[in-house]
């Protein structure tokens, strides 16, 4: 048998989903609010991304957000703990005061990471992971 038959070749056009476990929340207030993108323009800011998904989730720890019928390719994922339900992530002389949190746990380096740091490859498979969600202020 043909090795791509083993290994069951995947087709371009299969979707997967992507689990992502959410850890470091300092309380259970408001939402978590996550956006992915394959645009690495728009990343972290996915809102300038027509074709980003944004899900919302009730903020606790170990919440699981899903981002379902996902197209095989490179994606990477931002998020933020929106503690007031004000829907936007709220900031002090230009520091957030709220947590927030990329896939690949990406550093900062003066500013939020790029899109190569926190990039992942999706393929035919469920992926698992989880993003540590860190604070400044």
Known sequence: MPLPQILGAANASEASSILVEIDGLRSNRGQIMACMTANPKTFPDC?????????????????????????????????????????????????PREGFGFSRDAPLQFGPPRFGAASFQVGPAQLKTAIKVRYIL
């Open 47 to 95: 809102q300038k991304d027509p074709h980003a998904r944004h899900l919302t989730v009730p903020a606790a720890n170990g919440e699981t957000v899903e981002f379902r019928d996902v197209p095989q390719g490179r994606y990477a994922i931002a998020l933020f703990h929106d503690e007031n339900g004000n829907g936007r992530m709220d900031k002090m002389m230009m520091l």
